[in-house]
């Protein structure tokens, strides 16, 4: 995972490899699928290292319900630009946090062709709208200083969907 400063501000790189099985019957990925791969982009941006595992600053919270922690989609919005091939190179997710509040952060996201592919591909846009909820009372919770110090060098304007209709 690296970053990098882009028109929106910071972004979070993710490297996310295509699995075979992500693939519908006109082959290229179906648009389940790109609901799991904004996923684990988004697991990988923020939960923390396990076993030495080499993470980004982002990555504070703990995995799971041990952690004390949930956190759940409240909204998701996918605009599917261009069918996303199979390849074997990992897609460059890019995310970024567009808005912060009391116990939720939006994240947007654009989803790329391989890093260093001439030229890169935008194959959709996304936004979620992600809630902090304490594990044992399923009651949201508010984002911690150390959430929003480690996510606010990642601030940018909201991803521009496309006209709605």
């Not at 970053?3 to 519908?24: C, E, K, M």
């Not at 947007?108 to 030229?119: D, H, K, L, M, T």
């Not at 959709?124 to 150390?146: F, H």
Request: hydrophobic share 40%; glycine share 8%.
């Amino acid at each position: 995972m690296t970053d990098a400063a882009s028109s929106s501000g910071q972004r979070l790189h993710v490297p996310i490899a295509l699995r075979w099985g992500d693939l519908d019957a006109f082959n290229h990925v179906n648009n389940t699928s790109m609901l799991k791969l904004l996923e684990e982009a988004r697991v990988r941006a923020f939960w923390g290292a396990e076993h030495g595992e080499e993470v980004p600053t982002t990555a504070v919270l703990r995995p799971g319900p041990a952690g004390g922690q949930l956190m759940l989609i409240a909204r998701q919005e996918i605009e599917y630009l261009a069918p996303v091939p199979y390849r074997r190179d990992p897609l460059d997710i890019q995310l970024w946090f567009s808005s912060f509040g009391g116990s939720s952060v939006e994240v947007s996201y654009e989803v790329f062709s391989p890093a260093g592919a001439e030229p890169q591909t935008l194959y959709a846009r996304a936004k979620s709208v992600v809630v902090m909820v304490d594990a044992a009372t399923g009651k949201p919770t508010r984002l911690t200083d150390e959430m929003r110090g480690a996510w606010s060098p990642y601030a940018g304007p909201a991803v521009a969907m496309g006209q709605r209709r």
